[in-house]
C-alpha cells in the first residue's frame, strides 16, 4: 500500500503524547496563577494547584521540581507572550496623538496584569527573594521602557530628559498597579477602571513635559 501523505497540519503538530503533556503544562501554569492570586504565594499548595488544574500531585512533579520552579516558568511564559505582544502595548496607534499612545501603554499594561494577577502577587510575596524570576521580570520591564522611549524619541522627545522621564513614569505605572494587586482594600484597586484611566491621564500629563503632544 502507498504511505499516506501527511497533511500540513499533521506535519506541524506535536505527537499525541507531547500534546497532551503540553496541554497538561498549560493547565498547571493557568491553575497555579489562579491559586496564587485567591491564596498567595505562601498560601497556595501544590495539591491545591493539581486539584484546580484536574491532575494528580504526581503530574504537578512529573513537570515541576517544586513550587518555586513552577513559579518561574510562569514568569517565563509570561514575558515570552508579552514579549510577542510588545507592539500592541507599545507601538499601537503610533500615528495618534503622544498622549494617546501613553494611555493606551497604561490600559494595557493593567489590562496584563489584571490577566496575571496570581503571578503579580505572587513576585509581591516571594520574587523579590526569587533571583531568576527577577531576573526575568526586570529584564523585560527594560525592554519595555527602551520601546516606549524610542517611540517618544521619534515624536521628537527630548533626548537629554527622556530616559529618566520614562524611568519615573513606568515606576508610576507598575508602582500603582502592584499596590492595587497587594492591597485588596486600596482606595485605588487594579481593576478599578476609572483609577486606571486616571493613572493613563495622569501618566500622559507627566510625559508631556519631555515630548510634543
Given amino acids: 500500500m502507498p504511505r499516506s501523505i501527511a497533511t500540513p497540519a499533521e506535519k506541524h503538530s506535536l ?3 507531547q500534546a497532551r503533556s503540553k496541554a497538561t503544562r498549560e493547565r498547571l501554569l493557568a491553575a497555579a496563577e489562579k491559586v496564587f492570586a485567591e491564596k498567595g504565594y505562601d498560601g497556595a499548595k501544590l495539591a491545591d494547584i493539581a486539584e484546580e488544574a484536574g491532575v ?3 503530574a504537578v512533579y512529573f513537570r515541576f521540581k517544586d513550587k518555586d520552579a513552577l513559579f518561574l516558568a510562569i514568569a517565563e511564559t509570561f514575558t515570552g507572550e508579552a514579549r510577542a505582544r510588545l ?3 507599545v507601538l499601537e496607534g503610533k500615528a495618534h496623538a503622544t ?4 494611555r493606551n501603554f497604561v490600559l494595557r499594561t493593567a489590562s496584563n496584569m489584571r490577566t496575571h494577577r496570581g503571578l503579580f502577587r505572587a513576585i509581591i510575596e516571594r520574587g523579590f527573594d526569587h533571583e531568576g524570576v527577577m531576573t526575568i521580570m526586570f529584564t523585560f520591564r527594560d525592554e519595555i521602557a527602551r520601546a516606549l522611549e524610542a517611540v517618544l524619541a521619534e515624536r521628537g522627545g527630548k533626548k537629554s530628559e527622556l530616559g529618566d522621564a520614562v524611568r519615573v513614569a513606568t515606576q508610576m505605572i507598575y508602582g500603582f498597579l502592584l499596590l ?3 492591597n485588596p482594600r ?3 484597586q487594579q481593576n478599578a477602571r476609572a483609577a486606571v484611566a486616571g493613572l493613563a491621564d ?8 519631555v515630548v510634543p503632544a
Avoid at 495622569?202 to 513635559?209: D, G, I
Fill in 99 to 102: 498622549a494617546d499612545i501613553v
Fill in 56 to 58: 494528580s500531585v504526581g
Fill in 180 to 182: 492595587g494587586i497587594l
Fill in 186 to 188: 486600596a482606595p485605588t
Fill in 202 to 209: 495622569a501618566v500622559a500629563a507627566y510625559l508631556s513635559t
Fill in 15 to 17: 505527537p499525541a503524547r
Fill in 87 to 89: 507592539s500592541d502595548l
